[in-house]
């Protein structure tokens, strides 16, 4: 079993920053990609940022030059740096990994969310 736990969602008037957290833990033999995802009211899931391997990163047009996604080996945990928030990257805000697990097979899991929400 392996378990994901965000932290760092709140409140932030537009133009400030969030910092998210993702801690991985569990039974799992490596870890092959972290990711967040975003979903608003009323829309799909929708990809963030993502990091494969150790440290290739990709992001979602909306969102670069102001977010950041890095991960820390050393804790099994994924950051996500986010400056310059705007009122429509309200969402709630979930972690995402791919993992190999001892027995060879590949899995994902998901985190519980974490609101995050940006007055204007």
């Known amino acids: 079993q392996v378990q994901l736990v965000e932290s760092g969602g709140g409140l932030v008037q537009a133009g400030g920053s969030l910092r998210l957290s993702c801690a991985v833990s569990?039974?799992?033999?490596?870890?092959?990609?972290m990711s967040w995802y975003r979903q608003a009211p009323g829309k799909q899931r929708e990809l963030v940022a993502a990091?494969?391997?150790?440290?290739?990163?990709n992001y979602v047009d909306s969102v670069k030059g102001r977010f950041t996604i890095s991960r820390d080996d050393t804790k099994n945990t994924v950051y996500l740096q986010m400056n310059n928030l705007k009122p429509e990257d309200t969402a709630v805000y979930y972690c995402?990994?791919?993992?190999?697990?001892?027995?060879?097979?590949?899995?994902?899991?998901w985190g519980q969310g974490t609101q995050v929400t940006v007055s204007s």
């Open positions: 569990g039974n799992y033999y490596s870890i092959k990609s």
């Open positions: 995402h990994t791919a993992v190999a697990l001892r027995n060879g097979v590949l899995a994902d899991y």
């Open positions: 990091v494969v391997g150790y440290d290739s990163t």
